[in-house]
């Protein structure tokens, strides 16, 4: 399973590229505003800085919502740097301009999924990547990692090769019930991240072996 971090924070994503386990970087509007990134170029600057710290892919999302603006837009951010992927919102737009990247040679990240049906769509458009936001239907009292045992199934059923993107992560839980239900990436906060590290047996454990170590010496 790959971990992508979801921030636009680049001390975070250091702190996560430092563990050796980080596999990319997933990004929004929403969380370039939160860290004070506007701007055009500004933006895009951005953008190459995230790759610059990350080993792997980096999703950056296109703002038009018309076929023509998509393609400018995504072909400008692809342009960017080799690690970016460019995250396209699935609206009947937006699969049209899936299926032009992935016939261009582009890589593609469908975000804002909420159904299965979305998500045979994205595939059948050949993106690269189809992002179930799993937290968002937790919100609205749906369940969230339903539809990721939902996609897996239809995806083994017929071999399509995008990979599911387990969004909208909002703790350790997710990650791991997306784990066992075959996701292939997923993307949250570090915190999320962090907290597969903690167990209270293992704090106690070492807490023990350290007192008996001095015991010793
Ligand atoms: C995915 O690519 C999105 O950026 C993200 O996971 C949304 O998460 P949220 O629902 O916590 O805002």
Redo the contacts with the bound molecule.
Sequence with gaps: MKFFI?TANLDQIKEAQALGVLDGV???P??MAKEGITGHDNILKHYVSICKIVDGDV?AEVISTDFEGMVKEGEALAELHPQIVV?VPMIKEGIKAIKYFSDNGIRT?C?LVFSAGQALLAAKAGATYV?P?I??LD?ISTDGLNLIAEIRLIYDNYGFETEI?A????HTMHILECAKLGADVM???LSSIEGLLKHPLTDIGLAKFLEDYKKGN
């Design positions: 979801d997933t990004t929004n929403s969380l999703s995250k990240n975000t992002s936001f937290g968002r919100d993107l969004a909208s992560v909002r993307t949250g906060p």
